[in-house]
């Protein structure tokens, strides 16, 4: 079994940053990479409590039963749920909680993804479709009133790309058997927009597999993995 290399770009984060109640960015899926596992996500930590990411996933199952593409938020650490009849918690070394909510994506399209808090220890994510202004929620967690705000004056932001089939049993023989896709994530911006990030550094992950990329694309940075050898 091969590893492909994941794609990462780390945000730092100035200090009007700390503390913040929300967080938005755009996304857009370039090249759809067909009916396999990609997460396209953003990950965060709270002040004082534990890890949060939210992103667009290519085929999975979802929260009503289904399978196809979807959009995921999920919180470690978590206590509860809500604004989504199928979110649940579950465990995975430490419990959490997710809402996986059917979200047929488009390729090319332009969306906005956004977590905001609504009220004390509770935090709605929602995807926009750029193209039509409607905004779909995928779900609301709650999180310990204590632990306050985003910490991404002190800790930052990462998104990353992960073909998480390759961490399954079996996972993938040859690195030309890596489904070959490519996204556009913008800029992040917190608190309404209110503050933008202060810089990013782009970096890939381990693995044998050479088939990734990662790099800027004017204020917003291009993440590629699969990529056919005659183009590597």
Known sequence: MVRPQGTYTFWRW??????????????????DPGPTTYFWAHSWRFEGGDVGYFGLQAHDRRDDGSVGKLAVFSVWSAVGCEDNPGCHGGVEGTP??????????RTGGAYRLRLARTRPGWWNASVTDQATATE?????????????????????????????????PGGVAACNLV???????????????????A??????????CTNSRVADDGDGVIHEMGIPSSRV
């Open 199 to 208: 810089g990013h550094a782009n970096r890939l992950g381990e693995g044998e």
């Open 136 to 168: 779909t929620t995928v779900g609301s967690i709650r999180v310990p009133a204590s632990w306050g705000g985003l910490d991404l004056a002190a800790r930052g932001s990462s998104m990353w790309v992960e073909f998480y089939a390759a961490n399954a």
């Open 96 to 105: 959490f909680w997710t809402c996986r909510l059917a979200y047929e994506w």
């Open 14 to 31: 100035p200090a009007g940053a700390a503390g913040s109640s929300s967080l938005a960015w755009d996304l857009s899926i370039l090249l």
């Open 179 to 197: 489904p070959h896709t490519r996204v556009r994530f913008g800029a992040p911006a917190a608190d309404g927009g209110m503050v933008a990030a």
